[in-house]
């Protein structure tokens, strides 16, 4: 997309509940990419090479599904042929590392309301430790922008929520036949 700086990047898991205006208007970091801090720890367990694993000096990693980039910044940094060359084509790892390698902690953070992870219980408090996310913020669904189902388990598939209740009122309440959402996102001209 050599004609286009800013765009959003949504995963196919993820659904927008509310008109995307203030998700849009969020500034792009420095490093070119906005995301919201990840709240599961998924890169502690990705194993780095030589055995490590994300460590505290890479900074807080981010959810991938749902960001603000800046293509600009992105080439500038040489971002395809340093890191995605290095981590991805190299070492074989999948986005969710290579982008936040291309950051190292510095990513603009979105609200949790633009990227509304799925979590399995919303009143279990979680215990921090030295990587975990310590003000984490379970905002109510009528608040949600963007909701994410991550992990294998979707409203969609017969793998059930039945933990998530938040989740399936929420999936009820929006989802749409694809025939249903053609019709709803037309607009005819007058």
């Known amino acids: 997309l050599p004609c286009i700086d800013k765009i959003a990047w949504i995963d196919l898991d993820a659904f927008v509940l509310k008109p995307l205006y203030d998700f849009w208007s969020q500034p792009v970091a420095a490093c070119g990419i906005t995301a919201r801090t990840d709240s599961v720890l998924y890169l502690n367990t990705v194993g780095l090479p030589g055995n490590t694993s994300w460590h505290d ?5 981010f959810n991938a599904g749902v960001l603000l980039l800046s293509l600009e910044t992105l080439r500038q940094s040489k971002f395809e ?21 291309a950051c190292n902690g510095t990513q603009g953070v979105l609200n949790e309301t633009m990227n509304m992870l799925m979590v399995a219980n919303f009143a279990k408090a979680r215990k921090p430790n030295k990587n975990w996310v310590t003000h984490l913020y379970y905002p109510p669904p ?3 922008v963007i909701a ?4 294998s388990r979707k409203p969609w598939t017969t793998n059930a929520l039945k933990t998530l209740p938040h989740f399936i009122r929420v999936w009820d309440k929006h989802k749409l036949a694809l025939a249903d959402a ?6 005819p001209q007058e």
């Open 142 to 144: 009528e608040e949600w």
């Open 57 to 61: 000096s890479y900074g807080y990693s």
């Open 182 to 187: 053609l019709t709803q996102s037309y607009i």
């Open 81 to 101: 042929a340093t890191i995605v060359q290095h981590w991805a084509v190299t070492l074989g790892f999948n986005d969710q590392v290579v982008l936040n390698m």
């Open 148 to 151: 994410h189902f991550v992990s």
